[in-house]
């Protein structure tokens, strides 16, 4: 699948429209050699619009140079991501990595042809002194069909190619002077079935933690097509939000009695996406340097890779199963409802100070032991305490953040202890008696005690007084 970026103004015009001088500004040196295209699309969605109200269009496109199943989705600002797969299998059927790529906002809906465009478009390249093209003038008449309604209209579209934004700015200000005005709907699809119905811009929670779950509701979905391609910041994001949420859970457990094994299906899914981050994090600490580490390393790194490679790969397997399961789209409609609420417990700030004292609590004791599975127990403390914490961070300000920002260094110290724990189990398991992996072995022994000996100063870090003062 090919993912590119648009940017681009679309303006309707009257039918008498004709496109006026361009050049001369910006850059703009030449505005010749049209050409012009025939195109025909049939466009899908559900029977309620749910991609049109999420900022998505779908269509299966002939014509033109770049025929194809496209779906264009919301990217940085205005710009939009246009996903593009090949005119394969039969005209009705939609591709499954495209639905792959909406299954978090369609979830059991059936996508089904809901009109079909025909434009008839001449196009018309915007060139500097150097013939590069700097934007793309699209003139169209579209027929549109739609349940059995015929509707025609024309409008302009200007995409940007390798020009600046000026560019964009400097043509639309030629085209409002020659009659056109900003396109009512956001597409041309929208227009034809006379506009989706918009939900209303949804409203700030009222409570700071039902904001927050809110907030990691739309991560859990907002990261899923990237899961499904993927992108390994998708994975680490998608699973930061799952256990963000299930902390939440925990922490507030008064307001949230009602979630039942919520929790625990929230875990199923940041296990399944931890076996995926987990392998990709630990190759790259492990072969970090290796290949220039000598000749006798490289039998070590095969292993290390063949065996995390495999790790990834059966991880990767689970994940996208789990993704077009029944289980996973009913833990999506459970949190739904659960962003849903709109009361709370009494004073729940209160149980973000408890959650702290109990992440003190145990790491006090860890130290005082000396026991690596201890100072696995309270960074897992800390991090619910972290995530409680940032529930009350706007609202409490710049104290707040900074001891957010303490807390962070405090558990990346010791996450980095725990990987290297985790680490040394991997190299004992792999090389057995081996003694280049006995060499990294004593490398990770090293690390964990480089960052045992970081800890007290993160600790009194994390308990100055004027960090905590808005916990009590």
């Not at 392998?279 to 039998?299: I, N, T």
């Not at 290297?420 to 005690?449: I, N, P, Y």
């Amino acid at each position: 699948m090919e993912i590119a970026t648009e940017t681009e103004r679309k303006y309707d015009v009257p039918a008498e429209f004709r496109l006026p001088e361009l050049t001369g500004k910006a850059g703009i040196a030449s505005a010749a050699g049209a050409e012009t295209q025939d195109l025909d699309a049939t466009y899908f969605d559900t029977d309620d619009f749910a991609l049109m109200r999420h900022r998505r269009t779908l269509r299966r496109r002939t014509g033109g140079g770049d025929a194809g199943w496209h779906l264009k989705t919301p990217g940085e600002g205005t710009d939009r991501k246009e996903h593009r797969l090949p005119l394969n299998g039969k005209p009705e059927n939609v591709p499954a990595e495209l639905i792959g790529q909406v299954r978090a906002i369609v979830r059991r809906q059936g996508l089904r042809p809901i009109a079909r465009l025909r434009t008839h478009r001449v196009e018309t390249p915007l060139k500097d002194a150097d013939g590069n093209t700097l934007a793309l003038v699209a003139q169209d008449q579209v027929t549109a069909e739609t349940d059995g309604r015929e509707q025609r209209w024309q409008e302009v579209e200007v995409e940007l190619v390798d020009g600046s934004p000026k560019v964009l700015d400097a043509v639309e200000k030629l085209l409002f002077k020659a009659g056109a005005t900003p396109a009512e709907g956001p597409s041309k699809v929208s227009r034809a079935v006379g506009g989706a119905p918009q939900p209303a811009p949804p409203k700030k929670a009222k409570s700071p933690v039902l904001q927050y779950v809110r907030e990691q509701r739309d991560a859990i979905t907002g990261y899923d097509p990237g899961v499904r391609r993927g992108d390994p910041e998708a994975v680490h994001k998608m699973r930061v939000g799952t256990r963000r949420l299930r902390s939440t859970l925990k922490t507030f457990k008064r307001t949230f009695a009602e979630a039942g094994d919520l929790g625990n299906e929230l875990k199923w899914l940041a296990d399944l996406l931890g076996q995926v981050r987990d392998g990709q994090v630990q190759e790259g600490k492990l072969l970090a340097g290796l290949d220039e580490a000598g000749e006798q390393f490289r039998p070590v790194a095969a292993r290390i890779r063949e065996h995390l490679d495999t790790q990834v790969a059966e991880g990767r397997a689970a994940l996208d199963e789990a993704l077009e399961g029944e289980r996973y789209l009913t833990l999506l409609d459970r949190i739904d409802q659960l962003a849903a609420r709109e009361t709370v417990e009494a004073d729940p700030i209160k149980r973000a100070a408890k959650s702290l004292a109990k992440a003190d609590g145990l790491l006090d004791e860890a130290l005082f032991h000396g026991e690596d599975h201890e100072l696995h127990d309270a960074r897992k403390a800390y991090k619910r305490a972290r995530y409680a914490v940032e529930v009350f961070q706007p609202a409490a300000g710049k104290p707040a953040k900074q001891l957010v920002d303490a807390l962070t260094e405090l558990q990346d110290v010791l996450g980095a202890h725990q990987d290297s724990v985790v680490a040394r189990e991997l190299l004992h398991e792999l090389g057995q008696d081996s003694f280049w992996f006995g060499v990294l072995w004593a490398r990770q022994e090293q690390v964990g005690k480089d960052t045992y000996a970081q800890l007290p100063v993160v600790v009194e870090t994390s308990r100055k007084g004027r960090f905590r003062k808005w916990l009590d």
